[in-house]
């Protein structure tokens, strides 16, 4: 359940800011869906960061995400949201690449 929370949000995510620019940026070497776009929201979450948007700002921008989504997901991706944000921000803030915090959440092998 959680994985699958987490995955959600993370695709919401990707679905909402993808473009070409960032296609041609998303790992190239990831065996999974859940991996590559894991990865690219942890690269996202770095590139947002450093143009000086606040924790609070990218969390809102990502709880915005949510109600994108189909009614019957927009409580899990609200909930895996609030849940899991600070630790993967927290783990961004430790300097951690993206391919070992998405290895850690068993995202990625």
Not at 79 to 103: D, E
Request: with cysteine.
């Amino acid at each position: 359940m959680i994985k699958h929370l987490l995955v959600v949000l993370l695709i919401a995510f990707a679905a909402y800011t993808f473009t070409a620019e960032s296609r041609a940026a998303a790992p190239k070497t990831s065996s999974t869906i859940e991996c590559t776009v894991c990865e690219w929201a942890i690269n996202y979450i770095k590139t947002q960061a450093s143009q000086n948007d606040t924790k609070n700002k990218i969390e809102d921008d990502l709880l915005k995400l949510c109600s994108d989504l189909p009614s019957s997901l927009q409580s899990d991706c609200q909930t895996g949201l609030k849940t899991y944000f600070p630790t993967l921000y927290s783990l961004f803030l430790n300097y951690l690449s993206a391919t070992k915090i998405c290895t850690d959440l068993e995202l990625c092998k």
